[in-house]
């Protein structure tokens, strides 16, 4: 089993880690620093912070919604 929900697991695009926030904190990630997310996976945090924001608009919501569509569009 793969961990996932009996979904079949079919990577998208594998995105880079985060980057270090300042330039002289670390060197520039590596190929092995890419992590491999299903989109189902991504689309269910997209669900659950959207319920979250109509709830509780915050920031932080917000900025959270903008970076998965990115994602999820980015494929597209």
């Not at 985060?18 to 002289?24: E, I, V």
């Not at 904190?25 to 997310?37: E, G, I, M, T």
Request: glycine residues 2%.
């Amino acid at each position: 089993m793969n961990g996932t929900t009996g979904a079949s697991y079919q990577p998208l695009a594998v995105h880079p880690a985060p980057d270090a926030p300042y330039a002289s904190a670390a060197p520039a990630p590596q190929q092995q620093d890419y992590v491999r997310v299903p989109r189902c996976i991504l689309e269910r945090l997209l669900a659950h912070s959207n319920a979250a924001y109509r709830r509780f608009p915050t920031r932080h919501l917000l900025q959270i919604i903008r970076i998965l569509q990115h994602l999820l569009n980015a494929d597209s």
